[in-house]
């Protein structure tokens, strides 16, 4: 979407990762994260809670509890 100019919000972004963490791609999920990041796109509670989840269960503790970190900020 971004090729096309279109700047993605917190709405996309939660779409996106909800579709990778159900695909169980945590690629997909760590890709859209740090995109997020480079774009400053600050995540809301549930983009927080997702990711924090997504992290947990595929084994990923310290970026969950860098996500919980970040979030309660």
Do not use: F
């Not at 997909?28 to 997504?54: F, W, Y």
């Not at 084994?59 to 919980?68: F, I, N, P, V, Y």
Request: glycine share 6%.
């Amino acid at each position: 979407m971004r090729c096309n100019g279109m700047r993605l919000d917190a709405l996309s972004y939660t779409t996106m990762l909800q579709w990778h963490l159900n695909a169980k791609d945590m690629i997909g999920v760590m890709t859209l994260h740090a995109d997020m990041i480079k774009m400053g796109v600050v995540p809301n509670e549930l983009i927080c809670n997702l990711l924090r989840t997504g992290y947990q269960e595929s084994g990923h503790l310290k970026s969950a509890l860098r996500c919980s970190d970040t979030c309660s900020e």
